[in-house]
């Protein structure tokens, strides 16, 4: 496929386009993590839909999971219609379901609402980076590009803290009414100033690759959960679906290998920073995106702190990841990508180890500061790692290019909570059981569901003991579940050192 020339930009209309194409990537991303802060609330069976621990990880894994299968429809439809006609498509479908998802009335009906969000970002994140690029001239696209990873990265970030505000002023559905003004400011700002990006030859949509990713990514992650859900590992209703999973996603990329239009181009594998780049960026977004679902639990079950404290704690990394994206491109030029990449990897998988001393008594302040160091962190591993996967690019495979990078940071997003949620609930579920004794088995099972339930079933039953026992055994379960994405970081330095290059990569 190519590309016609792409409309020159004045630079005060630059600027809007740059900023329609971030505010549209920040909601996208926000909404991977909004979720978060109102599981205690969603579990709760009067102020909202008494949802269990595996529903809660679907609510939230339906959107990511959705996100990351049709990424790739969404790269092959911006390269094929345009990016301007993408985002617009994306963000309409995005609206409407943010609409049904804040009304929902049962835990189903919120995870079908969450998929279906899932297809409106799956169009607008590779739309917005070839947006981002092809709207800049030359020069200008390493800003640009960093800036868009800013809006990613920040999005995921301060997802907790606008789900928090809200929260405490609102019901559980204003975290998704929020994005129907967003997205219609988007809306907007794209008749008004986002110039049309056309394409010479029209790449065909692949169809079969988008049913084997999405049954594929569907299958794994229900499995991952299943196992969660106290089924064990070898039970057939785990087993069955992690193996179709994994058979369907061999079948996806063999598929794709032989495709002369794909969608999830896996011969960009065979350029060595552009695989590097993409993986790196899965394990980034694993450590993150798995790390804010228990720390939601831990800072208001554990800590006690309200949704709007436990964002304006977890705020703090925001700023880090913002200040880190910005100043990665100028220690890129002194160092070196590889260099940058590694120490910021480094110091997260640090952050990570912090949960191993975090207990009931752990200061807010020292929580905060953590979340602080680990955003810069991760701001100084994501623009380098995007960077150097898009380098290899030409511009008239932006938009496929983006949904692969997009696509691989949604899958580490959507294993991140699966495999997090089902360390976290197998452990806590194990650390809870001998302090179950004399309950019902109604209400052993309900303390089992999660330490919200837990915590409830003690007040009614009057057994301060078995608040305790569940404080206790959610505490090291997170340690659990946080030292295994630290052990897990290790492989991203590994990459980073094999696959990112010198000093004048």
């Given at each position: 496929?190519?590309?016609?020339a792409?409309?020159?930009?004045?630079?005060?209309?630059?600027?809007?386009?740059?900023?329609?194409?971030?505010?549209?990537?920040?909601?996208?991303?926000?909404?991977?993590?909004?979720l978060?802060?109102?599981?205690?609330?969603?579990?709760?069976?009067?102020?909202?839909?008494?949802?269990?621990?595996?529903?809660?990880?679907w609510?939230?894994?339906?959107?990511?999971?959705?996100?990351?299968?049709?990424?790739?429809?969404?790269?092959?439809?911006?390269?094929?219609?345009?990016?301007?006609?993408a985002?617009?498509?994306?963000?309409?479908?995005?609206?409407?379901?943010?609409?049904?998802a804040?009304?929902?009335?049962?835990?189903?009906?919120l995870v079908?609402?969450?998929?279906?969000?899932g297809?409106?970002?799956?169009?607008?994140?590779?739309?917005?980076?070839?947006?981002?690029l092809?709207?800049?001239?030359?020069?200008?696209?390493?800003?640009?590009v960093?800036?868009?990873?800013?809006?990613s990265?920040?999005?995921?970030?301060?997802?907790?803290?606008?789900?928090?505000?809200?929260?405490?002023r609102?019901?559980?559905?204003?975290?998704?009414?929020?994005?129907?003004?967003?997205?219609?400011?988007?809306?907007?700002?794209?008749?008004?100033?986002?110039?049309r990006?056309?394409v010479?030859?029209?790449r065909?949509?692949?169809?079969?690759?988008?049913a084997?990713?999405?049954?594929?990514?569907?299958?794994?992650?229900?499995?991952?959960?299943?196992?969660g859900?106290?089924?064990?590992?070898?039970?057939?209703?785990?087993?069955?679906?992690?193996?179709?999973?994994?058979?369907?996603?061999?079948?996806?990329?063999v598929?794709?290998?032989?495709?002369?239009?794909?969608?999830?181009?896996?011969?960009?594998?065979?350029?060595?920073?552009f695989?590097?780049?993409?993986?790196?960026?899965?394990v980034?977004?694993?450590?993150?995106?798995?790390?804010?679902?228990?720390?939601?639990?831990?800072?208001?079950?554990?800590?006690?702190?309200?949704?709007?404290?436990?964002?304006?704690?977890?705020?703090?990394?925001?700023v880090?990841?913002?200040?880190?994206?910005?100043?990665?491109?100028?220690?890129?030029?002194?160092?070196?990508?590889r260099?940058?990449?590694?120490a910021?990897?480094?110091?997260?998988?640090?952050?990570?180890?912090?949960?191993?001393?975090?207990?009931a008594?752990?200061?807010?302040?020292?929580?905060?500061?953590?979340?602080?160091?680990?955003?810069f962190?991760?701001?100084t591993?994501?623009?380098?790692a995007?960077?150097?996967?898009?380098?290899?690019?030409?511009?008239?495979?932006?938009?496929?290019?983006?949904?692969?990078?997009?696509?691989?940071?949604q899958?580490?997003?959507?294993?991140?909570?699966?495999?997090?949620?089902?360390?976290?609930?197998?452990?806590?579920?194990?650390?809870?059981?001998?302090?179950?004794?004399g309950?019902?088995?109604?209400?052993?099972?309900?303390?089992?569901?999660?330490?919200?339930?837990?915590?409830?079933?003690?007040?009614?039953?009057?057994?301060?003991?078995?608040?305790?026992?569940?404080?206790?055994?959610?505490?090291?379960?997170?340690?659990?579940?946080?030292?295994?994405?630290?052990?897990?970081?290790?492989?991203?330095?590994?990459l980073?050192?094999?696959?990112?290059?010198?000093?004048?990569?």
């Open positions: 496929m190519t590309v016609s792409d409309p020159v930009v004045r630079p005060r209309i630059w600027a809007a386009v740059l900023g329609v194409a971030v505010l549209a990537q920040t909601v996208a991303a926000m909404d991977s993590s909004v978060n802060l109102a599981v205690k609330t969603l579990a709760d069976p009067v102020a909202g839909l008494g949802a269990g621990v595996g529903e809660l990880a609510a939230i894994s339906a959107y990511t999971v959705v996100y990351a299968a049709a990424m790739f429809a969404g790269g092959a439809l911006a390269d094929r219609f345009g990016p301007r006609w985002l617009g498509a994306g963000l309409a479908v995005f609206m409407v379901t943010s609409a049904l804040a009304f929902s009335v049962t835990p189903l009906e079908l609402c969450r998929g279906g969000m297809v409106g970002a799956a169009l607008i994140t590779p739309a917005t980076l070839s947006v981002a092809r709207a800049s001239e030359p020069a200008r696209r390493p800003k640009a960093a800036i868009w990873a800013s809006a990265a920040v999005g995921i970030a301060i997802g907790p803290i606008v789900g928090g505000l809200l929260l405490s609102l019901w559980w559905g204003s975290v998704f009414l929020l994005n129907v003004p967003v997205t219609a400011i988007c809306l907007v700002g794209l008749a008004l100033w986002v110039p990006l056309h010479d030859q029209q065909p949509l692949d169809w079969p690759g988008l084997l990713s999405f049954g594929g990514l569907l299958g794994l992650v229900y499995g991952v959960i299943q196992i859900g106290d089924v064990g590992w070898d039970s057939p209703s785990a087993l069955v679906p992690l193996v179709a999973g994994v058979v369907l996603l061999a079948a996806f990329a598929q794709q290998s032989r495709s002369r239009a794909p969608s999830f181009d896996v011969r960009l594998f065979l350029r060595r920073r695989a590097g780049g993409g993986l790196v960026l899965t980034a977004f694993f450590g993150i995106t798995g790390q804010l679902f228990y720390a939601s639990f831990y800072l208001q079950d554990v800590l006690g702190l309200s949704p709007f404290g436990a964002g304006l704690a977890i705020a703090p990394t925001a880090g990841i913002l200040a880190g994206n910005l100043l990665a491109p100028a220690l890129v030029r002194r160092f070196s990508v260099a940058v990449a590694s910021g990897m480094i110091v997260a998988i640090g952050t990570l180890t912090c949960y191993l001393v975090f207990d008594r752990t200061p807010v302040v020292l929580f905060g500061l953590m979340m602080l160091v680990q955003g962190a991760m701001g591993v994501v623009v380098p995007t960077s150097a996967a898009m380098d290899d690019l030409p511009a008239d495979r932006s938009g496929a290019g983006s949904a692969v990078t997009s696509g691989l940071r899958f580490g997003g959507t294993l991140g909570t699966a495999v997090g949620s089902t360390i976290l609930s197998a452990w806590y579920r194990s650390g809870l059981r001998p302090a179950l004794s309950l019902s088995d109604d209400q052993a099972r309900q303390a089992l569901g999660s330490t919200q339930a837990a915590l409830a079933v003690a007040r009614a039953a009057g057994r301060p003991d078995l608040a305790e026992a569940a404080t206790s055994a959610f505490v090291h379960a997170m340690r659990i579940t946080a030292g295994a994405s630290a052990v897990l970081g290790l492989s991203g330095l590994v980073i050192a094999v696959c990112l290059g010198g000093r004048t990569d």
